[in-house]
C-alpha cells in the first residue's frame, strides 16, 4: 500500500483512498493498516538478520566488509558463549535429547560443542542440520547483543573429524595438481569446509579459490602459477 501526502504532479488535491463509508477511511481500517505495515516491517527487519548471518565465514575469498571488522573482545565472546550454550541446552530439552555442551574460543571465534552422546539427528546428511542449526543459534546470540555472531557449533565432534577429512582432500588434491599441472575442481562444501580446503592447499604450496554461488560454492585447487582453464579442468575424484 503506497500512503500518497501533499499533492500530485497535476497541482490538484491527492486521490484519497477510499475503504470506508462516503471515501472516509474508518479507524477500524486505520489501525488495521498500521498494524499491517508494523508485521511488515518485522518480517522485512527479520529476513536481513538472517540473511547477514547466513553469510560465508572466513574464507580465502571472505567479503572484504567482514575482514576489516575489530575482533570481538574475551568478554564479548564469553558473552557470545554463554547466550549459545542456553539456547541449544534448551533445544535440547524440547528435543527431549542428552549431552553435556562445551563452551571454548578458537582465535577470535567462539565455539559451543554438544558432547557426551550421540546425536547423528543433529548433524544430518554432509552437516546439513548442524549448519542450520549453527545459523538459528548465531540469531539468537545477535537478537540478544545486536551484534553479528560468528560463533561455531559442533555436535559430537563431528566439525572435527570432518576437518582432518578435509585437511587430507586439500592435501591430495593439492600433489594431483603438482603432477599434472590440471586444475581440479571439488565438490560443494560450506564456508567452514571451503576455508579447512583452503588452508591446506596453501600449505601445501598451491593455490585456490572459490567459484559458484551457494549451496553449491566449491574450491578450485590450482597450479602455483598457471591461471584457471576451462578448457582442461578437471574435478577431483570424480566429482563435479
Not at 575482533?71 to 564469553?78: G, H, I, W
Not at 550454550?85 to 562445551?102: C, H, N, R, S, W
Not at 555472531?149 to 582432518?164: E, F, H, N, P, T
Amino acid at each position: 500500500m503506497v500512503a500518497v501526502t501533499g499533492d500530485d504532479n497535476s497541482g490538484g488535491p491527492a486521490p484519497t483512498e477510499s475503504t470506508g463509508i462516503d471515501g472516509v477511511i474508518s479507524a477500524e481500517d486505520q489501525a488495521a493498516e498500521q498494524v499491517g505495515t508494523t508485521e511488515s516491517a518485522d518480517i522485512v527487519a527479520e529476513s536481513d538478520v538472517v540473511a547477514a548471518l547466513a553469510a560465508p565465514d572466513a574464507e580465502g575469498d571472505q567479503d572484504s566488509a567482514e575482514a576489516s571488522e575489530d575482533a570481538p573482545s574475551a568478554p564479548d565472546l564469553e558473552q557470545e558463549s554463554e547466550i549459545a550454550a542456553d539456547y541449544i541446552e534448551g533445544l535440547l530439552d524440547v528435543a527431549d535429547l542428552d549431552g553435556d555442551i562445551d563452551m571454548d574460543v578458537e582465535g577470535d571465534r567462539p565455539v559451543v560443542s554438544v558432547v557426551g552422546a550421540t546425536l547423528k539427528e543433529l548433524v544430518g546428511p554432509k552437516g546439513e542440520v548442524l549448519e542450520a542449526l549453527q545459523e538459528l543459534t548465531r540469531l539468537a546470540v545477535h537478537r540478544q547483543t545486536g551484534s553479528r555472531s560468528r560463533i561455531m557449533l559442533d555436535v559430537g565432534g563431528y566439525r572435527a573429524r570432518r576437518r582432518q577429512e578435509l585437511a587430507e582432500l586439500g592435501r591430495t588434491a593439492a600433489e594431483e595438481v603438482s603432477r599434472t599441472g590440471v586444475p581440479q575442481r571439488l565438490e560443494a562444501m560450506t564456508p567452514f569446509e571451503r576455508k579447512v580446503v583452503h588452508d591446506a592447499v596453501a600449505a601445501a604450496g598451491l593455490r585456490s579459490e572459490s567459484e559458484g554461488e551457494e549451496p553449491t560454492r566449491r574450491v578450485v585447487v590450482l597450479p602455483a602459477e598457471d591461471p584457471v582453464d576451462d578448457a582442461v579442468m578437471q574435478p577431483a575424484g570424480g566429482q563435479g
